[in-house]
Each structure stands twice: as C-alpha cells, then as structure tokens.
C-alpha cells in the first residue's frame, strides 16, 4: 500500500498558535513502512483523530528543528519504540535535531540514528531516501526525496526558491510543496507560489501530481484551492492544496 496521510496542512507561528489548521506532520505508508515526517504540535492527538496507530511507525523524519516540525518528535519516539519498551525504528533528521531536540533518554530508544546532510542518501530497506538543499531560517534544514522502484516522490522542507532549485524537480513523480505563501509574497526564507510556478516552468519534469501544504494565516486568507488552481493553470500541471485528514493514494 502507498498512501500519504497529511495530519496538519499548517505551517508558520501564527497558524501553528492559532491551530488554524493541524500542524502533526504527514504520514508515508510506503510498502510495509509507516513513515512520520515533521511531527509538528498535536501530532499525537492527529494520529488518534486519523486512525494512525504510533506502534506501527517505524521511521520519523524531521527535516529541521522549528517547532512546527519537531514539537512531538520525543513523544512519537515513544510511540515507534512501543511506550520505551523496545529498541526499535530509524530516525533520519538533522543534526541540530538530533543534538539538540531529542534528549540522550529518548535517542537512545531507538535502533537507528541518521543525520543527514544535503546530497547525502539513506535506505529503509528497498526505500532510497535522499536530503535536498534548503535555504530556510534554520541552521540547517532539508527537504527529502522518497525513491521507490515505481515513483520518486519529493518534499520540499521549508525552503526559499534559491538559484538552481528548479534542478530538483527533474526526477520527481509527485511533489509536495511547503508553499507557505500565497501569489507573490516574498520571504527570504519561504516559498510563495509566483516562485513554485517559475520553478516547474524553468525545470525539464515529469510531475504527476502537485500538492501544496504548510499553510500561514496569508495563505489560509486567500484560499489555498484557488492558489493551487493557479499553480495548475500556469504549469498545465495537477495541483491541489492539502486538507487536514486528506488521504492520497499512489500509484
Ligand atoms: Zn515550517
Ligand atoms: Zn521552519
């Protein structure tokens, strides 16, 4: 089975203080792997709500260490080694993540302890994961590609739209965007979606499916569906914008 299961669609302080929409990360089941990526505020709560059960976790991944990626980590640490009582699972993040996030109780708990930096790979067993560069108000922070034989599906982290970005697009099946923020709004250190569409226009892809998420409150004000209408129209690729509780299914 290969499904994704968006647990909070919201990104940024004031969506993730407000909980204008769910911040508990996105669930991958890819084979027989149930990954947690950015187990953000309420991931715990989201898990239950969505029928996720944490025992079967076995891989987390935080691609960097603001809160809304990260608040839950040591908790669903405890989930994916069965309430502490067994040494167990694979967590891939970054070193500040790993040295600063997680306390030596809670990293000692698990089998597997993997930093990452960009360009640098890791497997789960038939499941190739690779860090991407990005440029983000973190000290360091990556975006991970998943491949499988069938697909290779990308997440971009929180990043800027810096030179060269559109290089990462080339071998991808599905995306998924943190495109925080709506038509043109710039930041240094976030993507809007006037520079998602300059990027797809600029790479050579093969992209089957867009999804954008990690909403703040802007983004949320001008309605994301309309944003990913946009992006669609724009790139004649399918783009639609996450939803707390979404399910996709891949093929
Ligand atoms: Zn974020
Ligand atoms: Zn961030």
């Known amino acids: 089975m290969n499904e994704i299961i968006f647990l909070g669609t919201g990104g940024g302080r004031y969506t993730t203080l407000f909980q204008e929409r769910s911040t508990g990360g996105i669930i991958f089941k890819i084979g027989s792997h149930q990954i947690h990526l950015d187990p953000g505020p309420g991931a715990l709560l989201r898990c239950k709500e969505c029928g996720i059960y944490p025992f079967s976790t076995d891989c987390l991944i935080a691609s960097h260490h603001h809160l809304d990626h990260v608040n839950d980590l ?5 989930g994916m080694t069965h309430a502490t009582k067994r040494k167990r699972g694979t967590l891939i993040a970054t070193n500040t993540v790993i040295s600063h996030t997680i306390n030596n109780y809670h990293k ?8 990452l930096v960009p360009e640098q790979n890791t497997s789960l067993d038939e499941i190739r994961i690779k860090a991407i560069k990005c440029e983000h108000s973190a000290e360091d922070c990556i975006g991970i590609k998943f491949y499988t ?3 290779c599906l990308y997440y971009t982290g929180d990043t800027f739209v810096y030179p060269g970005f559109e290089k990462n697009l080339e071998d991808v099946d599905y995306l998924i965007a943190n495109n925080i923020l709506p038509g043109g709004k710039e930041s240094e250190y976030h993507m809007c ?7 797809l226009k600029n790479s050579v892809n093969k992209i089957k499916l867009i999804i954008i998420t990690h909403f703040d409150l802007t983004m949320l004000r001008n309605g994301p569906e309309s944003e ?3 992006i669609t129209e724009k790139t004649k690729i399918n783009c639609i914008a996450a939803t707390d509780s979404m399910v996709i299914k891949l093929k």
């Open 108 to 115: 000692n708990l698990i089998k597997d302890v993997v930093s």
């Open 149 to 151: 034989k069938n697909y």
């Open 228 to 230: 990913a209408g946009i």
């Open 74 to 78: 040591n908790m669903m640490i405890e």
């Open 193 to 199: 979606t006037n520079d998602l569409i300059s990027a």
